[in-house]
């Protein structure tokens, strides 16, 4: 596709649950970056992608939060036993070349996800 | 720790109005990028500033970056309706501490008819 897809759009969970959000990126983009938005607030960095290697994973607020790009394309977040305060909108976004200093990020339209 | 600081946070306005939206932050900095977002939807990139001095413009909208002072103001000239939106202000962190891009709260602009 000519963008950045996120998969589902929308994901309701029970406090508890396993979810997997899915992000495929603008084709041959080198980068892909993890952003948590939370109601009203701007993005906060979680993770970042460089081909298949995470190269920082700072952000991510706690362990049950994962993600992976094993082929370099295709990237998943994947939170484990959600709690309220993971409800959020999940933004992922790409850039074509490596490293952080790139010019524009281009966002897919993000997983907005409540946890109830 | 880099902070990024946008005022207003609310921006209410009647369309043929100038204003100016600042972003200010905290540690050096020599990349500072605007987006805009529009309710439910995901960021569109605006502009990307890479030097003091910088200015850029695009339609009603003018960037400018003052690297000294820390500072960025996106302006609006003679408002229209649809530029009403939520406008971010990211600032690149890199080799500083957090080593990240960070983003402002956002600006919630609406443009009155």
């Known amino acids: 596709g000519a963008g950045v897809s996120q998969s589902p759009r929308y994901k309701v969970a029970k406090r508890g649950q396993d979810v997997a959000l899915r992000c495929d990126p603008i084709s041959g983009h080198v980068s892909l970056f993890w952003y948590q938005q939370a109601l009203g607030q701007g993005p906060e960095f979680l993770t970042y992608f460089q081909n298949e290697a995470q190269l920082d994973k700072s952000g991510l607020p706690s362990d049950r939060f994962f993600a992976e790009r094993p082929e370099g394309s295709v990237s998943t977040l994947k939170i484990q036993r959600t709690q309220q305060e993971d409800s959020a909108v999940y933004l992922c976004?790409?850039?074509?070349?490596?490293?952080?200093?790139?010019?524009?990020?281009?966002f897919g339209p993000g997983t907005r996800l409540t946890v109830l | 720790e880099l902070k990024v600081e946008q005022n207003p946070l609310f921006l209410s306005m009647q369309e043929g109005k100038n204003y100016t939206i600042y972003c200010n932050y905290s540690t050096t900095s020599d990349r500072l990028y605007w987006y805009r977002q529009d309710p439910g939807k995901s960021l569109e990139s605006l502009f990307v500033?890479?030097?003091?001095?910088a200015v850029k413009q695009e339609g009603r909208l003018m960037a400018s970056l003052d690297t000294k002072a820390r500072l960025s103001t996106l302006h609006i000239t003679a408002a229209v309706h649809d530029l009403s939106a939520t406008y971010f202000c990211a600032v690149d962190s890199i080799g500083n501490r957090d080593d990240k891009i960070i983003f402002g709260k956002g600006t919630r602009l609406h443009i009155l008819p």
């Open positions: 976004a790409s850039t074509q070349v490596g490293g952080r200093r790139t010019d524009t990020q281009y």
């Open positions: 500033l890479l030097s003091n001095g």
